[in-house]
């Protein structure tokens, strides 16, 4: 059976996931999904990053220990999974031992790229990150994303010699080895290896920071948490010897948010070709989503957790607008007005409704017998290959041609005609070809809208309609406009 390994990346629990996060185990669900669907032998790997000073230093405002802090988001993180139904098979604690021992088998193997150096730079605790003297002149001295001025930081720490592999990288790149969609992300970072990669700092002085897993053989310093965090793709399939690493690895596709490109384009592979390992296939970066119109933030008050969304309009309608109507490849919104006028027009009026008159005329016409399904007729290349290039907002369309289709040959051949006519077999033939329709779009909404797709499936499989008690998406309940 052919294998299927995807990731995503690993939110740092320091605070709610909110529907940034929820995107990207969407997008990952929905592969992992479709390729269960079509016979392959699926790994789908998400986790929490629980190192770090970010998550050290939240803790200490709130007064509690770290590992108490971590766990208490690790539980509302697994709710979460649950709300969204992600059918993750796997889930990485980084403060697992585990993966802690795991990482320190890496930091082993990689030894001959490892040394040490002292060293000199400006860090935003935010972003985990050292800055170039320029770009923090660019930014005023001040980080744009966490709004916090960078630190100096002095002091000696282990580093990973990335140069050695940087036109490995970027040949990998450029001849596909490690294919990165969207092309403009690709091209972003070929600008960024065209201009060399220096070597990093991958371990930070435990006088800073004892939240770390510990350096193997120099007890005065931890692994740096972005070093360690990208570990767990690996370190969830046994790394180095277990029997997955070697039927899963390379990952199929990787999925993470565009500000951590340079991490999984440049430094993750680094360490793999470090370790010998190969590269995965590809790496899918999508965009940002804001906020009625405004970036996500707390102090704005904007931040939208995904229960507010799955509470008023039910988990598919959620899935189907973080799928469908932000673009797959770039940024995208999220606000109730929309969010309305898409549960209605497109999940109530079209497809709920075309289920709906299906159903209803079967029932009226024929006493609920649907007879001889005809099989599926539809080309669905488009939607495969929307699919293979992570579009699902493409893959989406191509299921809602077929919905609009549905309803157009249902208003242009109007049943209701044809039964007054009395010519049953015509009626019997039109309405089968219909129910295959419908058991086609449940087929290929199946990845997207679990819940619904089951739901059709169930009310028109062996020849016999069983209505629902409810409409799919019912409309009477006002839904709100404004939260
Ligand atoms: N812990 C690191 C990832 C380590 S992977 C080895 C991290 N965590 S994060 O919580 O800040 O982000 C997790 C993912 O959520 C990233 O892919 C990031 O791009 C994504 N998003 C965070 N905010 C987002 C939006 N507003 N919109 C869409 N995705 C966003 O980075």
Same mark, same amino acid.
């Given at each position: 059976m052919s294998k299927y390994y995807i990731t995503t990346s690993i939110p740092y629990v320091n605070?709610?996931?909110?529907?940034?996060?929820?995107?990207?185990?969407?997008? #990952?669900?929905?592969?992992?999904?479709?390729?269960? =669907?079509?016979?392959?032998?699926?790994?789908?790997?998400?986790?929490?990053?629980?190192?770090?000073?970010?998550? #050290?230093?939240?803790?200490?405002?709130?007064?509690?220990?770290?590992?108490?802090?971590?766990?208490?988001?690790?539980?509302?993180?697994?709710?979460?999974?649950?709300?969204?139904?992600?059918?993750?098979?796997?889930?990485?604690?980084?403060?697992?031992?585990? +993966?802690?021992?795991?990482?320190?088998?890496? !930091?082993?193997?990689?030894?001959?790229?490892?040394?040490?150096?002292?060293?000199?730079g400006l860090y935003c605790v935010g972003c985990e990150e050292f800055v170039t003297?320029?770009?923090?002149?660019?930014?005023?001295?001040?980080?744009?994303?966490?709004?916090?001025?960078?630190?100096?930081?002095?002091?000696?720490?282990?580093?990973?010699?990335?140069?050695?592999?940087?036109?490995?990288?970027?040949?990998?790149?450029?001849?596909?080895?490690?294919?990165?969609?969207?092309?403009?992300?690709? +091209?972003?970072?070929? =600008?960024?290896?065209?201009?060399?990669?220096?070597?990093?700092?991958?371990?930070?002085?435990?006088?800073?920071?004892?939240?770390?897993?510990?350096?193997?053989?120099?007890?005065?310093?931890?692994?740096?948490? !972005?070093?360690?965090?990208?570990?767990?793709?690996?370190?969830?399939l046994g790394y180095p010897d277990s029997p997955d690493m070697a039927a899963y690895w390379p990952a199929d596709v990787q999925i993470v948010g565009k500000d951590i490109l340079r991490f999984h384009a440049a430094i993750w592979p680094g360490i793999l070709l470090g370790l010998g390992l190969d590269l995965p296939k590809k790496l899918y970066v999508h965009g940002f989503i804001s906020s009625e119109g405004k970036k996500m933030s707390k102090t704005l008050g904007n931040v939208v957790a995904p229960a507010d969304i799955i509470d008023t309009y039910k988990l598919d309608a959620m899935r189907y607008y973080f799928l469908r109507h932000i673009p797959s490849y770039g940024d995208g919104d999220f606000n109730w007005q929309r969010m309305n006028e898409v549960y209605n027009n497109e999940l109530a009026n079209e497809l709920g409704n075309g289920v709906g008159r299906v159903a209803a005329m079967i029932s009226k016409y024929q006493d609920n017998i649907i007879g001889e399904v005809p099989p599926a007729e539809h080309?669905?290349?488009?939607?495969?290959?929307?699919?293979?290039?992570?579009?699902?907002?493409?893959?989406?369309?191509?299921? !809602?041609?077929?919905?609009?289709?549905?309803? =157009?040959?249902?208003?242009?051949?109007?049943?209701?005609?044809? #039964?007054?006519?009395?010519?049953?077999?015509?009626?019997?033939?039109?309405?089968?070809?219909c129910v295959s329709n419908l058991l086609e779009i449940a087929a290929l909404l199946a990845p997207f809208l679990p819940d619904t797709s089951a739901k059709i499936a169930v009310m028109f499989k062996d020849g016999i309609v069983r209505p629902l008690d409810e409409p799919l998406f019912p409309k009477e309940q006002e839904k709100p406009t404004q939260k």
């Open positions: 605070a709610e996931l909110h529907i940034g996060h929820a995107m990207e185990l969407l997008q #990952a669900d929905v592969l992992a999904r479709y390729h269960r =669907q079509n016979g392959y032998d699926v790994v789908f790997a998400t986790g929490s990053d629980e190192h770090g000073s970010k998550i #050290a230093e939240k803790a200490a405002e709130k007064g509690v220990t770290n590992q108490e802090f971590v766990d208490a988001h690790v539980t509302a993180f697994k709710k979460l999974l649950k709300e969204l139904q992600i059918t993750n098979d796997r889930f990485t604690r980084t403060t697992s031992p585990d +993966h802690e021992k795991r990482a320190q088998i890496v !930091w082993k193997n990689l030894s001959k790229y490892i040394y040490k150096n002292s060293y000199i003297e320029q770009k923090a002149k660019d930014n005023n001295g001040v980080c744009p994303n966490h709004n916090r001025p960078y630190e100096q930081v002095k002091e000696e720490n282990h580093f990973f010699a990335l140069s050695t592999f940087t036109d490995k990288i970027k040949q990998a790149i450029n001849d596909g080895t490690l294919q990165i969609v969207p092309e403009t992300r690709k +091209h972003e970072i070929i =600008q960024l290896l065209n201009e060399g990669l220096d070597d990093i700092s991958i371990s930070r002085s435990k006088e800073k920071l004892t939240w770390g897993v510990a350096v193997p053989s120099d007890s005065s310093q931890v692994m740096y948490v !972005w070093f360690e965090a990208l570990l767990n793709y690996i370190t969830v080309d669905i290349h488009e939607y495969q290959l929307a699919l293979q290039e992570c579009r699902f907002d493409r893959a989406l369309e191509e299921v !809602w041609e077929q919905v609009r289709g549905l309803n =157009q040959y249902i208003d242009a051949v109007k049943p209701w005609q044809i #039964a007054k006519q009395g010519d049953s077999v015509h009626l019997q033939e039109v309405l089968a070809l």
